[in-house]
């Protein structure tokens, strides 16, 4: 009996072309960082599941979206020229009320005036709070020697301390997903343990897959950061997702 060739993970409902439009104007317009917002959008167009967030470019317009999302909410940054939010003082998370959130506004913009210039201040994105859960890292950087490589690890200490990550080059069959996900070491703390319930580890493939598919698709694409997702016991949050592309050359 011949061994069956391995199943290669394609998921459905992506629309490669409206991500190539989008990367193709993006380097047109010499970006390599892309800002929060389009990654979201790109990531979206994949099937990865975001939390709703909202652009806002006045402090009355991020009280208004604060107040369609629903308190509490974080405040992030958007500008191409900031991509170590926090570093820049450029995030405030868990806020209450509309003064909290009128206030934050300010701090952030002037936070950002320091280290760019207001061309390349877009406004700051209102996103909910995510719900408690299991900190995970989801991450792709394209190799000279392997091309895509997907790496999966929990988040926090795990990754920064403990180096705990799993790595594949693409193109995945759903068996890679499946052992990057199982042969990490803090792998019981999403399966459950000491009376924890287990976390959604079926969500979290969908995602490795959903990405490993994105790099492969968009070779333009040098790193994707889905850092941290939260995972509840139904569901993931993607709190935070970078996109960094090759730099255009000059024709």
């Known amino acids: 009996e011949k061994l069956k060739a ?20 993006a380097g047109q317009a010499g970006s390599t960082h892309l800002t929060e917002p389009e990654a979201r ?9 975001l939390a709703p967030a909202i652009l806002a470019e006045t402090p009355q317009a991020a009280v208004a979206a604060a107040k369609h999302i629903g ?4 405040m992030k940054i958007v500008s191409p020229k900031i991509v170590h939010k926090s570093d820049a003082g450029g995030i405030l998370l868990d806020l209450a009320d509309e003064d909290a959130v009128e206030s934050a506004f300010r ?19 209102i996103a909910p709070m995510a719900p408690a859960g299991q900190e995970c890292i989801i991450g792709m950087a394209k190799t000279p020697q392997f091309g895509p490589v997907l790496m999966f690890g929990l988040g926090g200490i ?3 301390v403990l180096k705990d990550v799993s790595l594949r080059a ?3 069959t759903r068996t890679d997903v499946d052992e990057m996900v199982a042969e990490i070491k803090g792998y019981p703390l999403l399966s459950g343990i000491r009376g924890m319930r287990s976390k959604d580890i079926g969500i979290l493939k969908e995602m490795i897959v959903r990405t490993a598919r994105l790099a492969m698709d968009h070779p333009e694409i040098r790193e994707i950061d889905l850092n941290p997702v939260i995972v509840h016991e139904t569901g ?3 709190v935070d997702a970078r996109i960094i592309i090759e730099q255009r050359k000059a024709t």
């Open 6 to 25: 391995p199943t290669l993970a394609a998921p459905d409902g992506i629309d490669a072309d409206a991500v190539r439009k989008r990367l193709d104007a």
């Open 107 to 125: 701090t952030i913009t002037a936070n950002a005036a320091t280290v760019a210039e207001p061309s390349q201040i877009f406004g700051v994105l």
């Open 236 to 238: 993931a949050s993607v």
């Open 71 to 74: 308190y509490p909410v974080a």
């Open 158 to 160: 795990f990754v920064e």
């Open 170 to 172: 693409v193109p995945l």
């Open 41 to 49: 959008k790109l990531l979206g167009l994949y099937g990865i599941p």
